[in-house]
């Protein structure tokens, strides 16, 4: 949930809170498993919302858990020398279908226009898509663009939280979302090639 320009910052804070957890038998993959549950859970407060605001309060609730635990992931991996390739590729697999679901839970329970739930669906699996294609070619791309996923998550729970006021707010977070995901994948393939040309 931290975006690649904090992420030093907040591992600096959260390390020395995180590090014990390895003691107890936690795994970085345990961790990264959580969040896919916990994202899961806010879908399924979503998906049964029936005019109940608390139901969306929730929701924002576990949407920002789910990201604040796939920022310690990574932590735990690096503070207790278990990083591995495998760990990588999970993480990354296991943030796409949080994504997936949280935003597929929006569009079925028809608190968005579906048109602008499939774009900022289909945008924010871009910009993950489009990082690691450019990686794959030797380009790094963190940092790279203005809509991160930690940039989304935030930004989401706030037009959730926004909808216990007022409805419409989430469709419109919806479609801002949509703008900003599809115009970071742009960011990102202008940037890539400015890098390789």
Known sequence: MVSSNLKKQFEAIVVKGVAPLGKLGITPNMITVLGVIVSAMAAWAIVTYSGDSGNLTTAGTL?????????????????????????????????????????????????????WG???????????????????????????????????????????????????????GIIILALLANFTVLQRSSYFFNQVK
């Not at 991996?77 to 590729?89: D, E, Q, S, Y």
């Not at 990354?92 to 935003?103: F, N």
């Open 63 to 115: 949407l920002l858990l789910s990201g604040f635990l796939d920022a310690i992931d990574g932590t735990l991996a690096r503070a207790t020398g278990k990083v591995t390739r495998f760990g990588g590729f999970f993480d990354s697999v296991c943030d796409r279908y949080s994504d997936a679901i949280v935003l597929a839970s929006v569009i079925f329970s028809g608190l968005c226009d579906p048109f």
């Open 118 to 172: 499939f774009a900022a669906l289909i945008g924010s699996m871009m910009v993950s898509y489009s990082r690691s294609r450019a990686e794959a070619a030797g380009v790094k791309m963190a940092g790279v663009g203005l809509a991160e996923r930690a940039e989304r998550m935030i930004f989401l729970a706030l037009a959730i939280y926004a909808a216990t006021i007022d409805l419409t707010y989430l469709n419109y």
